[in-house]
């Protein structure tokens, strides 16, 4: 059965300290998104990862956010120094798109997120 | 500015009717449309899409419409059970290049709660 993983489930944290999420997506996709999921944004991109190279983060606050695919099987989101307005849920998702035929849009499947608290 | 919106955070309706979820959108660019399906404690699961040369996407008990001209698109759920009580995200792309194939913009979601 084919899913997304991600760990930890959840996270509580202290203002100013560094957190790591992971996410391992599904064998053979080769596109990776970061998602955060606030009340009043829902669902908004982070970061996206084609082939393991980043080809958009304009939705990622710089200063302190970095997302990162060590290897196909894993990336990563970090935040240093976290913050109280960072707590939400992240979500990873992966698709597969292939070449030559960009032109078809196709499933995003999603993890089951990390619940982030930072205290 | 979120370019997806779903103005109606929470929708109730009774087991057996018509559930419909709105969604309004601002860029003329976006060309392709999905539903997402979330429960709690899990990930949103993919529902239905529909690409902007159709108007209208049936499956099964879920129908998406399309109204370009209105940049709206709404999802039908006929007949509504209780478990299809979850939050519905709506999603945009649009095909403006071969980096943007893929990346989506979604609304906030909303809540529906079917009643036995």
């Known amino acids: 059965d084919a899913r997304v993983t991600q760990t930890p489930r959840d996270k509580v944290t202290e203002m100013g300290q560094e957190v790591t999420m992971r996410c391992q997506p599904i064998l053979g996709h080769n596109t990776v998104f970061w998602y955060r999921q606030t009340m009043m944004q829902g669902l908004e991109l982070l970061a996206y990862?084609?082939?393991?190279?980043?080809?958009?983060d304009s939705g990622m606050p710089k200063d302190r956010f970095s997302a990162e695919m060590p290897d196909a099987t894993l990336a990563t989101l970090k935040i240093q120094p976290s913050e109280p307005r960072d707590s939400a849920v992240y979500f990873c998702?992966?698709?597969?798109?292939?070449?030559?035929?960009?032109?078809?849009?196709?499933?995003?499947?999603f993890g089951p997120g990390t619940r982030l608290t930072v205290l | 500015d979120q370019q997806v919106k779903q103005n109606s955070p929470s929708l109730s309706v009774q087991e057996g009717r018509i559930s419909i979820l709105n969604c309004d959108y601002t860029?003329?660019?976006?060309?392709?449309f999905l539903w997402y399906k979330k429960y709690p404690a899990e990930g949103p699961t993919f529902l239905i899409s529909?690409?902007?040369?159709?108007d209208k996407n049936e499956d099964g008990r879920f129908t998406v419409f399309l109204n370009k001209s209105a940049k709206h698109l709404s999802l039908h759920i006929v007949p509504s059970q209780p478990g299809d009580s979850a939050v519905y995200f709506c999603a945009a792309s649009a095909s403006g290049g071969i980096d943007n194939f893929n990346k989506f913009y979604f609304g906030s979601g909303t809540k529906l709660n079917v009643k036995p």
């Open positions: 860029n003329s660019m976006f060309d392709y």
């Open positions: 990862f084609r082939n393991r190279a980043p080809l958009d």
């Open positions: 529909i690409s902007s040369i159709k």
């Open positions: 998702a992966s698709g597969l798109v292939t070449p030559p035929d960009y032109f078809s849009y196709n499933e995003q499947f």
